[in-house]
């Protein structure tokens, strides 16, 4: 399994409607070829800045499957009109688990 991460910067009094934007994605994530798990956490010394967190069976899940999918277009026209900046986008894969 691989982790996407991707640091979210909103626009200044919008996590409201951002954050309701995500809830209502969430089908599309759930839908997804080989998405796992998916949730959102706003950072608290940034509080305009949300990490999102995305388990994906394989990388090519998330930057094939998905990012070529309608319901990432859909993610986006949700989403998108809040975002300050580009998204920063890494994955993840487990090197050590500690419990």
Known sequence: MIY?????QV???TN????????EAVPLF???KGCI???IDRIIERPDTYMLVIGWETLENHTVDFRGSEDFQ????LV?????GTPRVEHTSNAVTGF
């Open 30 to 32: 759930k839908r997804a």
């Open 11 to 13: 626009k200044p009094d």
């Open 80 to 84: 998108g009109g809040f975002f300050a």
């Open 4 to 8: 996407e991460l991707a640091e979210i």
């Open 74 to 77: 859909a993610w986006r026209a």
């Open 37 to 39: 798990s998916m949730k």
């Open 16 to 23: 409201t409607a951002f954050e309701a934007a995500v809830k």
